[in-house]
Structures are given as structure tokens and as C-alpha cells.
């Protein structure tokens, strides 16, 4: 049985709501410490160092960390049909929604001979997470390499943990997924030692620092973001996966129960919230997915996540309240299966990603929606976009005034700089205006 909260009846302001709803123990701060000393590690002894953790954390050293061409090309041959097509198809989808990210250029003539001119500029290389562990995530290099590459990076670096299962190697269909994108620089090197790696460069395998760092990863990898976002961008620090669905009575009880125990497999701290206006629906959802917990391959996982306190059944008075504990949750994941789905959706501001109706699961847009699926967790919704191709583009401004534009505004310069006490931005105006110029 889930854990019921009851809002009914309540005024509560929006911090109120923030202390009511469910989340998980995740303390970034407390593995701090531990993943720089692993990111030191792999700064003094390099190969060496990715080796021990890659035996230490991982249950087996890779024979090379540097996947080969010949592993990329075997892994390619040796994909399962269904498989192969499915990802050739979750590409093409990524790619068909990354380019939609993609802003255009901008002209904009602010006065006769003062243009302003926005440009969109994508970093020179980057280093792209493929977390391992209970699940193998060939989506993830799709949804990490596909808007990099749409926006237009020339240099792809991929690391993912060895897996003692397969001699230290990579998983092969991570492998494979590498190699449907043309992507031929895979390491086999996981945690916060592979964060640490692309950050600062392996010189001993050939791996250069990259501009930024994306992808999801467990505690480690999130401490280890913290800890090199002064050298390298990134994407977010990812916690556990969550979903949040509202829904009334008029949703169908199997579906939402289905897509919070398929929320619930991914991890033991997963977290699945059920915000409804309904008691009845409530209780017959919970028992449902008491009944399809039990019939799952991952049960017992998904149990411990449904029990725990990130998940939850939330009871409010009607779906403006809905709206409200959702936002103060700022979900990953947001489903609505309400009577008028639309109107729900006027109310809502914060989500990584919103899956709208009965037949917009969340597995969708894991998979072939065309959409993203690294996306803000544990509340970042409210401040932060899910990954994208303009995650990989920076904005530059290009400045153009003639002679006659710049002598508009010259008094206005000389002006400014003088209250600012800075007479020598006023002179590098006054020098285009000298004597004979």
C-alpha cells in the first residue's frame, strides 16, 4: 500500500506544500568529498586509476578503457533486428524534435547603421554520461548523442561503466548504439572517476577535456558534476526518476496504476506520486497497483519504491489544488488523465516533460515520442529545461555600428562612463572622432 497524504481541507501556502510532499533521501553534498578524491585519482594516475575504480565499483577492469572500432563494429553486427529497428527509429524521431530546438539567427536594427545580430554557437566537444548498473540504457546514448550532434558539435566523446558481465567491456548494446550514430570514441569508465576523466582529459587513452557534460547517473556521478562545473558545463545534477501523475475520476484505473509501477522499476529510490481529487478512484488505484507489483519481473524493487517516502497517493480538493502541488513538486515527469486535459494544463508551470491524455505514457518519451528523455529531477523543473540541442549552443551578440550610428550615441557613452568614473571608455569613442578621422 502506498502512502496516502490527505490535503483536503487544508490551506497551505506554496512552502507548505514543498514540506507535505513526498521525495527521497538524496544527499549530493555528502558524497562531495568522495568523488573529488576519485576525481583526483584519475588526475594524477589517469588509465591506471580509471582501472582500479572501474575493478573497485564496477567488478571488473575493461581490457582497453578505449573501446576499439572492431568492439563498435561487432556490437552493430550483433544487435538484435527488433531492437536495431527500434532505436533507427528512436533516432530519427530525437533528431525530427532536436531540430525544432535549433533558434534562428536574429537581425535586429536597433537605429539607421546599429545592428544587433544573435547567433547561436555550439561548443567544440563534449562528453556524454551512460549510466549502467540495474538497467542498460542504449536510449540514453540516443538521447544524448542525437541533440548534441543536431546542434551541431564536431567532437563526441561517450563514457559508460564496464560491465563485469560482459569482461569489463562496455555493454554491447551501448555499444551499438554508439555505433548507428557514427560516434567511434566510447570509454569503458563509469562514476564520479569518468566525470573527473572527461573533465579533465586522460592524455595516457588519447581522451581530451570536454567543453560539457550531460547525462544521468546515480549520486556519485551527480557529486562529481558539482564538483567540475568550474572547468566544464553541465546539464543537471539528475537524482532518481519520478513521475507525477493527476488524474480524476474519469481516468482509467490500470493505466495510471501501470505507469506508476513502470515508474517505480527503474529504481528503489524512484519516486511515484498520484495527486487526485478522488477518494474512491484513489483506493482502487492503489490496489491496482498492489495486484500489478506483484505480477512484475522487478517487483520487489518496485515495491521498495512504492512503499518508500518519494512515493505517494495525494488527496486535494479539487484539480486547481492539483495544479499547485504539482508545481511546488515540479515533477520529471508530469501525466495528466483528467476530464478536460487542456484546462489541467492551463494550470501547470513546472515540468521536465508532460505526457498529456490516455495514451501519452511516459515509456513514450523514454523511447520513440521524438522527445527528450534526460530531463530535471527532484524538483529542478522549476529553474531548469530537460536536456536538448540548445543545452549544446551558446548565445553570442554581434555588435555592427557604422561611423554615423556611433556618433548617435557618442554624448550618451561619454555620459555614462563619466558617472561610472571611467574617462577612458569615453576616449576610445572620442578617438574615432579625432581631428582629420
Known sequence: MM???DLRGRELSDADLRAALPRPELDVTAALDGARALIDEVRAHGERA???QAERFDGAAPPRVRAGADEIAAAVDGLDPQVRRALEEMIVRVRKGSEAQVPPPARTEVAPGAVIEQRWVPVDRVGLYVPGGKAVYPSSVVMNVVPAQVAGVQSIAI???PQADHGGRIHPTILAAAGLLGVDEVYAMGGAGAIGALAHGVEGIGLEPVD?????????????KRAVQSVVG?????GPTEVLIIADGAADVEYVAADLVGQAEHDELAGAVLVTDDA???????????RRTAATKHAERARVSLRGEQSAIVLVDDLATACRVSNAYGPEHLEIQTRDDEA????ITNAGAIFMGPHAPVPLGDYVAGSNHVLPTGGASSHSSGLGAYTFLRAQQLIRYDRDALAEVADLIRAIAADEDLPAHGESVDARFAAGE
Request: hydrophobic share 60%; proline share 5%; no cysteine.
Open 234 to 238: 553541465i546539464d543537471a545534477e539528475a
Open 212 to 224: 560539457v557534460i550531460t547525462g544521468p547517473g546515480n549520486v556519485w556521478v551527480a557529486a562529481a
Open 159 to 161: 563514457a559508460s561503466p
Open 344 to 347: 489541467t494544463l492551463a494550470g
Open 50 to 52: 580509471l582501472l582500479a
Open 280 to 290: 474512491d478512484f484513489a483506493a482502487r488505484v492503489d490496489a491496482a497497483v498492489e
Open 3 to 5: 502512502q496516502l497524504i
